[in-house]
């Protein structure tokens, strides 16, 4: 399925929402295509690909450490730890953008991305979404 994504107009790392319809324990994969130039340079150098997967996760079998986390730090660190990652990286996301200036968001941030070798993008504007 096709998805238009409207782009930030700045620069920086930005969410793009998923539909809430994915189907519990069906793996998806998922393409990224991004034309810096025109519509007629798909075959050049200007153009950026990437990929991925995800799966949707029933809750339940977090259902008890999600209720018993009463921080939304605590609850990226439970998302983390159970290899949640998209929903641990917005959870992070969400924590810096509620308050760029806390140190302890920053480097929970900068952690998680790192652990996936990530850690070049910390560096970068996080561009926040209302």
């Known amino acids: 399925k096709y ?5 930030p107009s700045r620069s920086g790392v930005f ?3 998923l539909p809430y319809s994915l189907e519990v324990g069906k793996w998806y994969r998922w393409h990224l ?3 810096c130039n025109s519509p007629d340079s798909f ?3 200007s153009v950026l690909f990437i ?3 995800l799966k949707r996760v029933e809750l339940p079998k977090f259902k008890y450490e999600l209720d018993t986390k009463n921080s939304q730090q605590k609850l ?10 998209y929903d641990a990286l917005n959870q992070a996301a969400k924590l810096r953008c509620s308050n760029p200036q806390n140190a302890t968001f920053a480097e929970a941030w900068s952690r ?3 652990a996936v070798e990530l850690e070049e993008i910390a560096q970068e504007s996080l561009i926040c979404r209302e």
Do not use: C, F, H, Q
């Open 76 to 85: 990226m660190t439970v998302y983390a730890e159970n290899g949640i990652w």
């Open 112 to 114: 998680l991305l790192k």
């Open 33 to 35: 295509i991004l034309d």
């Open 15 to 17: 969410s793009i929402p």
């Open 51 to 53: 990929r991925g997967l």
């Open 43 to 45: 075959y050049d150098d």
């Open 3 to 7: 998805l238009p994504v409207t782009l």
